[in-house]
């Protein structure tokens, strides 16, 4: 079986057409975009490509699974437009903006029958994958504290991506709340010890920038919190925090990354020191630097490997990353965010193809999302202790 795949969002999502295109249970890939230039630029970086102007219109024709890439409060109503319209999603995180959306995707999910994937490239991030195999094996013992950061300045980036999406009203939209885009952090933390966490206090930090982008009066949410830091209670009786910073003096480079964790346990922890990776065992004493083989290099087995390296030093695999998995077909083809991006289209088309749940499931998604949806209203609330709705156990 092979299936049509439909990429929503031309920006980011651009960067996946070569990996849908080369899988070899994909038989082919269109593109729709409300902005037209968004699907020139496609166009001319993939060449031909069967184009739609709108979600709605290709709908309507044969797409068998539909990858979501559009604007962030976006994601949940038009995740559910395509389940149920019959079709497979992949959405970019955040999965949703709201508890009642995170309910609606679940039961649309059980309702629909329809394999619903989340994104989120750091659950391959090699310290993620590092840590949830040590995790799995026992060797952290009970899991006592996680700390993981997304440190991300607005002006790496972000500007550019809200006025090409926005316009002149991008300012409304670019003080989106930090706890609302979680993911990176609470995926690292809930997929390494598989306990969702119950439970949190958030604070805010109120910007100050001149740039009139997290003003309360121009912020579609009504938001001024451009960086927030949450404690978490988890469902084994242990503690995390996780940092969202939109305004951060933090540049990312080849071994400094923007997504940061460190998981802390009875037995041994894992710490990220400045730019080192830190094993430490109790019982036997052992400090181990893992940084080197945490640390993305191109493969030296791809064609273009100097070119790949050249373009993004971050691009490529890490030694922990499971190569040996992926379709031959990928070899030499863009691999970005800490190597995770060749995983996570495997995992949907893989999906899609045995309708059997891929490991970021709606399930989870709700995990890694909730935490700061609720963690948002608490900053609101100037850190007022709140509980995380429970959403349920995947079914077996």
């Avoid at 993981?148 to 003080?175: P, R, T």
């Avoid at 469902?235 to 071994?255: L, P, Q, V, Y």
Wanted: proline residues 5%; hydrophobic residues 40%.
């Amino acid at each position: 079986m092979q299936i049509k795949v439909g990429i929503v969002g031309t920006s980011f999502g651009a960067e996946f057409i070569p990996l849908f295109r080369a899988h070899p249970d994909v038989r082919a890939v269109c593109i729709a975009d409300l902005l037209p230039e968004r699907l020139r630029y496609a166009q001319d970086l993939y060449g031909a490509l069967e184009t739609f102007a709108s979600l709605d219109e290709m709908l309507q024709g044969d797409v068998d699974a539909v990858c979501i890439f559009t604007q962030r409060w976006t994601h949940a109503p038009l995740a559910l437009q395509c389940l149920r319209a019959g079709k497979h999603v992949y959405s970019a995180v955040p999965a949703a903006i709201t508890l009642e959306e995170i309910a609606a995707l679940i039961e649309t999910v059980k309702t629909t029958g329809q394999i619903y994937m989340l994104g989120e490239t750091s659950y391959y991030a090699p310290t993620a994958l590092y840590c949830r195999e040590k995790f799995a094996r026992g060797e952290f013992g009970h899991f006592v504290y996680g700390e993981a950061e997304y440190l991300h300045d607005m002006s790496h980036g972000f500007y550019e991506a809200y006025q090409w999406a926005n316009g002149e009203a991008w300012k409304k939209f670019a003080s989106f709340p930090p706890m609302l885009y979680p993911t990176h952090t609470v995926s690292m933390i809930v997929a390494t010890t598989n306990a969702r966490l119950t439970r949190v206090s958030c604070l805010g930090y109120r910007d100050r920038e001149a740039d009139g982008i997290f003003d309360r009066a121009v912020s579609a949410w009504q938001n001024d919190f451009s960086n927030a830091t949450a404690l978490f209670r988890s469902a084994d009786g242990g503690m995390a925090r996780t940092n969202e910073f939109r305004r951060i003096g933090w540049s990312e480079t080849e071994r400094c990354a923007s997504a940061r964790l460190s998981v802390y346990g009875t037995l041994a922890s894992y710490e990220e020191q400045g730019n080192s990776k830190i094993w430490c065992s109790r019982e036997t004493e052992v400090v181990e630097d893992v940084t080197a083989q945490l640390l993305c290099k191109p493969a030296m087995d791809a064609p273009d490997a100097t070119e790949q390296a050249w373009h993004d030093p971050r691009s490529g695999y890490a030694s922990v990353h499971p190569r040996a998995r992926l379709p031959r077909a990928f070899l030499g083809l863009p691999n970005r965010h800490e190597g995770a991006h060749q995983f996570l289209v495997d995992d949907f088309v893989r999906a899609c193809v045995t309708l059997k749940l891929p490991p970021n499931h709606v399930w989870q998604a709700a995990r890694y999302n909730a935490p700061g949806i609720v963690a948002h209203e608490s900053a609101r609330r100037e850190g007022e202790s709140l509980p995380i709705p429970d959403f349920g156990d995947a079914p077996v």
